[in-house]
């Protein structure tokens, strides 16, 4: 897939993408928040689903293959709430090293 003026590399309409997996999953706990705080931004007005989609796209190929579709959604929400100055890249950062300080198992216990 390329990324021309005519069609981005997202753009998958109409390409082969090979069979649909139609057993369902259920979300793991993680997901359920990522959905949770996608709906909080929004109610608060701090972007939008076009604000999203922007930053889905923009990350590219790669990442788009190499990334979960909630891993990409909680980029995507980073993206748009650092944008939206609700914190700044510094203060994400401290923050994951501060969580990831209580090791790998926090939160598996409200699982």
Not at 7 to 21: K, N
Not at 25 to 37: G, M, P, S, T
Request: proline letters at 4%.
């Amino acid at each position: 897939m390329t990324d021309t003026p005519e069609r981005r590399w997202h753009d998958m309409g109409g390409h082969a993408a090979g069979p649909i997996p139609m057993d369902g999953h259920d979300f793991a706990l993680w997901e359920k928040r990522v959905d949770a705080l996608m709906v909080l931004c929004g109610a608060k007005g701090l972007f939008t689903v076009d604000g999203l989609r922007r930053a889905l796209e923009d990350m590219g190929e790669d990442a788009f293959e190499k990334y979960s579709y909630y891993d990409r959604w909680i980029a995507a929400t980073n993206q748009n709430l650092v944008e939206a100055g609700v914190y700044s890249l510094e203060e994400l950062g401290q923050r994951m090293e501060e969580i990831a300080q209580r090791g790998p198992t926090y939160g598996e216990a409200q699982e």
